[in-house]
């Protein structure tokens, strides 16, 4: 069964602290994405890979780091985190082989305070 | 700036009318427009989709209208039921691009009233 897995679901930060978030999908796709939700902006784009040690900045990548170490695996890494990236964050895999549009993660609840 | 523009920011329809969603783009290069919705505390999940080869997808009670010359679509869902309340997303991208990128509109939220 096709399946992206976050850690963790909710994360509690404080301001200028290092958070880490993790995405695993079985899909075998070649593209996975990040992407935050806040309202009234829908779902933007922080950063994108198109296959394992690829990373591509998206509109947002401003503040976060991504890393592909392999087809199953993309981190999200905010070095620095302050409270504008209180947010949920929503990671998705998707196949430019099959062209199957993004299959998205349950999402992770992150809150800087 | 915004790629894709969602309209309206919320609709309300009554149960069994048909609710129309609009999503405009500017890269005239996207060729592949997925729709999402998303219910209260779930994640965006896959509705429908079509590509600039066709300008209509239907999929029982949802239909996509596709216009190219003016980068316009439509969700219609007819006979709408309280059960289709959710917030709709139109989204773009270039699917022969191995860097396939794709972005989303701000969302539609529908409330569909029995």
């Known amino acids: 069964e096709a399946a992206v897995t976050q850690s963790p679901r909710n994360k509690v930060a404080v301001t200028g602290g290092k958070v880490t978030l993790s995405c695993n999908q079985t899909?075998?796709?070649?593209?996975m994405y990040w992407y935050r939700q806040d309202t009234g902006h829908g779902l933007r784009l922080i950063h994108y890979s198109y296959g394992a040690g690829s990373t591509e900045k998206g509109d947002i990548p401003d503040g976060y780091k991504a890393s592909r170490p392999s087809q199953e695996n993309f981190s999200l890494i905010l070095e620095l985190a302050t409270p504008s990236q209180t947010s949920v964050y929503f990671c998705?895999?998707?196949?430019?082989?099959?062209?199957?549009?993004?299959?998205f993660g349950e999402g992770t609840r992150l809150s800087v305070l | 700036q915004q790629q894709v523009r969602q309209s309206p920011q919320s609709l309300t329809v009554w149960e069994g009318e048909t609710a129309i969603l609009n999503c405009s783009y500017e890269d005239s290069t996207f060729d592949y427009f997925p729709w999402y919705w998303q219910f209260p505390r779930e994640s965006p999940a896959l509705l429908i989709a079509?590509?600039?080869?066709?300008n209509k997808k239907e999929d029982g009670r949802f239909t996509i209208f596709f216009n190219k010359r003016e980068k316009k679509l439509s969700l219609h869902i007819t006979d709408s039921q309280p059960g289709d309340s959710a917030t709709y997303f139109c989204a773009a991208s270039h699917s022969s691009s191995n860097t396939n990128k794709v972005v989303f509109g701000t969302g539609t939220r529908l409330q569909v009233l029995p």
């Open positions: 998705a895999s998707g196949s430019t082989i099959n062209n199957q549009a993004p299959l």
């Open positions: 899909n075998n796709h070649n593209n």
């Open positions: 079509i590509r600039p080869v066709s």
